[in-house]
Structure formats: C-alpha cells, structure tokens
C-alpha cells in the first residue's frame, strides 16, 4: 500500500517531468523536502498536451478528473477541453493469479461456477479489467473484475486532491470563482460509486428496462448471482466500435441507420426516461452483426427529474429558434445565477452566438456551435451551471460527433426539433400534470366552499362571546383612547365618501329637473369634503411628526 507521503512524492515527480515544477514548490506542502528540481518543458508539445499526459501518469483517480473535467465547458478553455477528451484509461493488464481471489470471493470455487474462465483479460482499464468466461449452463460472460488495492490508491489520492485544491484555493483566492472544493466532493462521490460495480449493475438493469422497448438496441443482462461490489458478471456481446464506419459497411449494415437508431435511443433516455448513458465515447459503444448498438460501461449515467427535462426542452427548443430569452429564462429556471450587471452582455454575446448558429448556409447544421457558444459564454462571465446540464450538453455533443461520422448528412437540429415538440406536448398533457392541475383546481374550489361555514363559525363564536383577545400592552386606557380616534376618522372618511357620491349622483342625473338649490347644495357638498380631506391629511402629518419627535 502506497502511503501519502509516497504519493505525494509520485505526484511531485510526474508534474516536475513536464515541466510543472513551479506549480509543485507552491501548492504541494513540503515540496522543499522533496528535493523537486524544475525541469523545462518540451518546447514540442503544447501546455494543454502535457496536462493531459500528466494526468494519464498519475493513474485512475487524476484520469476520472479529468475526464469528468472534460465536460465542464463553461470553466475550462476549449483546447483543454479537447486534450481532456483525449484521455486515455488504458494500462498493463494485472496478472491472473492476483485477480482470482477477487473472483472467489463471490464464486468460492470456480470450477463448480464456470467452465472455463479466460486468464487473458479482453480489456484492461485502470480500475478493472474484464475476462471472457463460460458458466455452467452453457452462457459465455464477460468477469468486470476490479484491480487489487485500487480502492486504498484512489482513497489516498482524493485526499491528497482534497488537500492540493484547498491549498490552491488559499494562493490563488481566483481560483474560488470555480467552487473547486465543490467539484472535487461531487467528483469524490461519483468514483465512489463507480466502484461500487453493483451500483454499475443496476444501472444497467434501470437502462434495460427503460430501452427495452426500442428497436435495435441492447443492454447485456446482468448475472447476480456472479456478482458484487467488486465483480459484474454481465452477458458477453461481440461487435465493432460504433465509430468504425467502414467495419459496420462490412457487416452488411448502413451507417446511416445506426446513427438514427444511436440518435432515437439518446433522445428516450434524456427526455423520456430522464435517465441517461453518460459516456458515449466510441469505445463504449458497439454494433453487432444484427444491426443492434450496445451499451456498455454503466459508471458514469446522468439523472433528469420531471421538471429539469421540461427545462431543457424549453432551453434546446430556445436555442433552435435563436430565442435567446428563452435561453435566459430556462437557465433561470435551472437555478444558473447571472450578475444583473453582466446580464446584457450575456444577451448579446448569445445572440451572437445563436445568430452565427442559425446562419450557416452548411447543409449539415452543427448544433454543437451553438452548445459550445452557450458555455463559452457562461465561462467567460464566471458563471457556475449545474453539473448534470453539462453532462446532458456533453453526450449531445459526442452523440452528434458520432451521427455526422456515420452519416455526413446528419442534421441534429432538423431531427431534434420534431421530437423536442413532441416531448413539450406530451410533457404539458402529461398524467402528471393533468392530475396536478385538476387537484390545484380541487383545493381552489374547496377552499371557496370552505368560506361561507368558516365566515358562520366565526359568527356563531363571536355571538356566544367565547373569543378570547390576549393583549401584552396592559394600558388599556391608551388602547381605548387609540380605538376612539380611529374611529372617528373612520367615521369622518365613510360621511365624506357618501357626501361625493350623493353628490356625484345628483349632478350626473339628467333626464329629471333638479332645482337649482339641489345643485348648489351638490356643490357645496363637494367642496365640504376636500375641505375635511385637506384637513385630515393634515392632522395625520401632524400626528406623524408628533410620533418622530
């Protein structure tokens, strides 16, 4: 087991490696212990290029930052973006015999479980590696296996990143526009429950369930009773990577098809089902010889409560119509706090954006534009967005990255704006709403029957003289002598309103003779009450002045 004091030196070395050293001797404690000696960068690779080599060296948990990272737009500057995207998690395969034991503790004999298990991994990634395995009943597996002693490497490692960013965040009080702290608590939790692989189990079960009924896609069903927190016994599933074109052509299959099939089935999950594959990076993404994509890897899945989907209806329908106080009212919808001092300038700048969106004169319309505008305004305002808007604006991105290389002709904003309309209506007519409605009118209409019996109640108990009045001032003396005067000009107000309107009246009757004293009295009648009104706006200035002094 790595002790922190070893990681840190690990991660000390990496970072000075390409030419990091600065950022060593300031934010990692102790560094002067280390003997860290600066080393210049490469001239050849840029800035962003060794960040990103970095933080494939430093292994799993600084790899899942990063790409978890990739998705924030708005805070980070897109050529990071593209190198964080990059990342890979592949590394040297753990032997067989260290894997074994993990694999009994949930099969205590193997020969009894399997026929015969694979010792040669089909995949190896930084926190588990995956064997092909056939069970008893004839079924060939696929054994998601987790690494020995990664849970001990990647609990020393958030402690360390805890403490770097905390560190961080005191030298560079600018750094705190970002809520790094946040993202690295949010951060902690999601790679918690990746792993957990029977968290990633019933992911996949609730994704089985919700696309069940969706052509041409697939989920492998899941073997409990091979399975646990460190073992996911899953239906194995042979295909080609959803992104190899000329391999899917050589199956018999068109492009173009997968793509509507990948497309319709992204749709369901973000809007409908509210429940989303959050990784839908190539490798993730196969398609068998029937024509079927399969998901795979269940770690990382975005959540959409009811009312979130209907905003980011209203938001993706906003930006197809360059309707940018759409935009601004769903973001506000979605709790995305702009200064009121910067909000025009957003205006404009999305303006901007939309309108270059909506210009193009490409056939292929590439919504990704307007999405990558969107966040590049919120990043330069310093303007905090949700986490799982960015994800949901992450797997659009890479789901239209996918479609326009299987088909070149693919048109996102042609094919979203149908079904956006439609999941608007169906939202609106939704059972939900209709029963929220019909029980908001229910309270309404109860609430009115209620008033005449209350009114009664209250009546019937005034009349029986059973209401009791505590009062904490005991000079009631005051108190009467308060209650006199306002009523008196209660009294004086009610004489002058019926003195204007009996005036009123007269003097507006036309079609019965009126005696010319009955007009002068009307007159004097209205010159009488603005007398009293001046004087009784009077007294009360007077008595206000009285109060201050």
Known sequence: MVTRLQRYRQIADVLVKYGFGILVEEVIPGAERLRIFRRPPEEKRSVYERIRLAIEELGPTYIKFGQIMSTRRELLPPPLIEELQRLQDRVAPVPFEEIRPVIMRYCKNLEDCFVIIEEEPVAAASLS???????????????????????????????????????????????RVYNLQGMVDEFSAQIRRELDFTQDGMNAERLRRNLGDVPCVKIPAIHWNFSGPCLLAMDYVEGVRIDDVEAIRSLGLFPEEVADIGFSAYVKQIFIDGFFHGDPHPGNLLVTDRGEIVFLDYGIVGVLRPERRRIFVDLLLAMTRTNVAGVITALGKLDVRISPADLDDVKDDLYLVLLDYREMKLERVNFAIAIRGLTDTLRRYHIRVPSTLMLMMKVIVMVMDIGTRLDPTFNFDQRIRPYLLEIAAQQRLSPDNVTGAVRSLVDAAEGLLAIPGNVNETL??????????????????????????????????????????????????????????????????????????????????????????
């Open 460 to 549: 019937k108990t005034l009349s029986e003289g059973t209401v009791t009045i505590e009062l904490e001032n005991r000079d009631l003396t005051e108190i009467v002598s308060v209650i006199d005067r306002t009523s008196d000009k209660v009294i004086v107000a009610l004489v002058i309103a019926a003195i204007v309107v009996g005036s009123s009246l007269v003097l507006r009757i036309a079609d019965i003779p009126v005696p010319g004293y009955v007009s002068i009295l009307a007159t004097l009648g209205y010159v009488v009450a603005v007398i009293v009104g001046f004087y009784a706006v009077y007294r009360v200035l007077r008595y206000s002045r009285g109060l201050r002094r």
């Open 129 to 175: 590696q995956v064997h092909r395995a056939v069970t008893k009943d004839g079924r060939t597996v696929a054994l998601k296996v987790q690494r020995p002693g990664i849970v001990d490497l990647i609990e020393t490692d958030l402690l360390i990143l805890q403490s770097l960013v905390v560190r961080a965040e005191s030298i560079f009080p600018d750094l």
